[in-house]
């Protein structure tokens, strides 16, 4: 499994920007993806995590960005996005996608940071900054 993100940029306070994650494979193979970020010296945090029970799709958003980041995917794509808006300099981190090819609850990898995924991508720098 090969995911790869891009989208990453400097941007002002209060500025928006639109990650991306490209899957080698398709939503039908992965039960959990998500989206989560390091900042420096900090440890890794979840972001958001949409999971399926194979019929519908729930996602979840850590409560620091809720109300800010909406998580979206485009299936046909083998895409999932994560829009950001009204940034700010706390945001400032690598954001990376990961996925798992077995049921992992969002639940707990939101509280977790992503502990258990099996599969990441190089990450994408998001930089808020005047």
């Known amino acids: 499994v090969r995911l790869v993100e891009s989208g990453g940029d400097l941007v002002q306070p209060g500025g928006s920007l639109r990650l991306s994650c490209t899957s080698s494979?398709?939503?039908?193979?992965?039960?959990?993806i998500g989206w989560f970020r390091q900042a420096p010296g900090k440890e890794r945090e979840a972001v958001s995590c949409?999971?399926?029970?194979?019929?519908?799709?729930?996602?979840y958003y850590a409560d620091s960005v809720k109300g800010r980041f909406t998580m979206s995917s485009d299936h046909a794509k083998n895409e999932v996005y994560l829009e950001m808006i009204n940034l700010n300099p706390e945001d400032t981190a690598v954001y990376y996608c990961?996925?798992?090819?077995?049921?992992?609850?969002?639940?707990?990898?939101?509280?977790?940071?992503?502990?258990?995924?099996?599969?990441w991508g190089q990450g994408t720098q998001v930089t808020v900054s005047p």
């Open positions: 990961a996925t798992a090819l077995s049921p992992a609850p969002c639940v707990v990898l939101i509280r977790n940071g992503g502990v258990g995924l099996d599969y």
């Open positions: 494979v398709s939503a039908r193979d992965y039960y959990t």
């Open positions: 949409s999971e399926t029970n194979g019929r519908t799709w729930k996602t």
